[in-house]
C-alpha cells in the first residue's frame, strides 16, 4: 500500500538555524499539505500546494517558512530561522484530488534549542 | 465560537461497549467531514468520510447533520486496540480549502 514518508524522524536543532524536513507523497497525489502538531495540542494546517505553487496558508506560515518541490517525488518544508515555538511534531499529507482523504506521513519531531 | 470542537473526554468504556462521539462545526459552508484516529506520538490516520447519506465501515458508523452542524461516529462491540484520540476534520468549500482540525476525543476502552 502507498504511504507518505518523511524524513528525518527526529531534527534537533539550535534557536536561529534553518532546518529543511523532507517528504515524499504517494505517487500519483497532486496535493500536498504541511501540519504541524505542538504537543499536546491539535493538528494545525500550516501550507497546501499544488502544480508547484502555494494554493493555501495559514496566520503560522508566515516568511520564516517555505515549501518547494525540487523535483518528482520530494516535497520540503523549510524553516529559516527557528524560534524555540517552533518545537513541534510536523506532518506532511497528500491527497488525490483537493477536498478528498488526506494520508498522513508519520512526522519529522523537530526539537529547537 | 471555535470552528470545530469536540469533547476531550476521556471516554472510558469496556470492551464490547457502543461509543458515540460528535463534533460541532461552526462555517455552516463546510463541505467535506472526516474522522482520522490518531495515537500517542503518532500520525493521524484516516478512518473514514462522511458523507451526506452517512457512512458505515465495520463497527463504525458516521453521520452528518447539516441543519444542527455536527457530524458522529458511532463506534459498537468496542475493541481494546480502539483505544486513540479520533479527530474530525472538517474543510471550508468556496475558495478557501483549509482543512479545520479538532482537538479530538480520546478513548480509552478496558477489559
Known amino acids: 500500500e502507498p504511504e507518505v514518508t518523511q524524513t528525518p524522524s527526529h531534527q534537533v536543532t539550535q534557536m536561529g538555524q534553518e532546518v529543511i524536513l523532507r517528504c515524499v507523497p504517494i505517487s500519483n497525489h497532486l496535493y500536498f499539505y504541511w501540519y504541524r502538531q505542538i504537543l499536546g495540542q491539535k493538528v494545525e494546517f500550516l501550507v497546501s500546494f499544488y502544480n508547484n505553487e502555494i494554493s493555501e496558508k495559514s496566520e503560522i506560515f508566515d516568511d520564516q517558512f517555505s515549501v518547494e518541490r525540487p523535483d518528482g517525488s520530494n516535497f520540503t518544508l523549510k524553516i529559516r530561522s527557528t524560534k524555540l515555538e517552533d518545537s513541534a511534531m510536523y506532518f506532511c499529507a497528500s491527497s488525490d484530488q483537493l477536498n478528498n482523504e488526506q494520508f498522513f506521513g508519520p512526522g519529522t519531531r523537530l526539537t529547537v534549542l | ?111
Open chain 2, 1 to 111: 465560537r471555535k470552528e470545530v470542537e469536540q469533547d476531550p473526554g476521556p471516554f472510558n468504556v469496556p470492551e464490547g461497549a457502543t461509543v458515540a462521539f460528535n463534533c460541532t462545526y461552526s462555517n455552516s459552508a463546510s463541505q467535506s467531514f472526516f474522522w482520522y484516529r490518531q495515537d500517542c506520538r503518532k500520525e493521524p490516520k484516516l478512518l473514514m468520510s462522511v458523507y451526506s447519506s452517512g457512512n458505515e465501515d465495520g463497527r463504525f458508523t458516521a453521520q452528518l447533520n447539516r441543519a444542527s452542524q455536527y457530524i458522529s461516529l458511532l463506534i459498537r462491540d468496542s475493541k481494546l486496540s480502539d483505544s486513540a484520540t479520533y479527530l474530525c476534520v472538517v474543510i471550508l468549500s468556496g475558495g478557501s480549502y483549509i482543512p479545520t482540525f479538532g482537538r479530538g476525543t480520546s478513548l480509552i476502552v478496558h477489559p
